[in-house]
């Protein structure tokens, strides 16, 4: 008897080691093109110096064009085993560089911001074909009508939000909603927190699939301005937001609570890397006056999740060139 349900167990837990995956998430502002040129990727490509020759050491400052960030980007993504990757910030040329250097084994869903098509930043999802499978893609505006582009009345920018419903190799579902929240409007990030947390909640208890988001949220996890990070994870109430979006996806009353949980919580303490700060600006290491935590990745409080790593990776390389203003923030979850 005793030998019977011990090899219960060990097929039991089997059965869950067959079903779960590991991947490597990231989330990384880009930061937009803000100096297009006309070089195409491989010409970028061919620029890259011998691989063997000592560079200038932090001979470059600032902010170089995207014709050379786009490298180190890719190459970061790459060499890090990233199996899924939110981007903020990307304009159309730069979702199409990304798609070309990360190669066939990649796709992406998103789009523009300004128009739903092509027109402005997307926050867009990169994810590796042999790691998961798109079920299905919808856009969400953070704003009083969020089923048409448009901008909240006192925010900087029109603000969208991308859900990917996802299926990984091994046959779980989850959802992956992916922001980008107002740098000039608390009351924007406010309520974008809110729809998130409303439409996290709906796929968590509806739909019963583990919820991942990730974004960059303009605002830390404390402070004065922190409100959108405070309602996502519970702290404070949700706003009142647009009737049709709370209507549709609203839960049963008798729904257990939801919040969202930090990954940078969640993960092992010795598995956090000690990089604090996700954007930096384009600023030497020198000048610590702007860094903050503003990009962060979050698991939804129904579970269907572990957290292993996490860490918020450098984006300066020896030759002092910045890849973005902001640094990559890596976590591996296992769903
Ligand atoms: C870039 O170079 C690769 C490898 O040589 C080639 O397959 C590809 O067609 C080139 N892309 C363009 C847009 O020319
Ligand atoms: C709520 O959103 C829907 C869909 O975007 C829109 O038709 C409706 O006018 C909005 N309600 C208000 C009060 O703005
Ligand atoms: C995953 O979602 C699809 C619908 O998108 C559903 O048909 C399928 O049964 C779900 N799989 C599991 C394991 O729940």
Redesign the pocket.
Known sequence: MLALSSSLVVLASLATLVSAQTFRLATYNLRFDSRPDSI???QS?ASIPDPLTQPGFLSKSGEQPWSQRRLYIAERIINEGTAIFSIQEGLVRQVNDLQ?LLGSGWSFVGVGRDDGKTAGEFSAIFFRLDTVTLRTVDFFWLSNTPDVPSKFPSAGSIRICTAGKFTTSSGTNFTLLNTHLDDQSDDQRKLGGSMILTRARFEAVVNKEPVLVTGDFNSQATGSDSGAYQIVTGALAPVAMNATFAAKFAVPDDSPPFTLLDLREQAPPLLVGRNFATFTGFTAPTDTSQWKRIDFAFGGSNGGWTAGGYKVETSLTDDGVLASDHRPVFADVTL
């Open positions: 195409t990727v491989n490509i070309e």
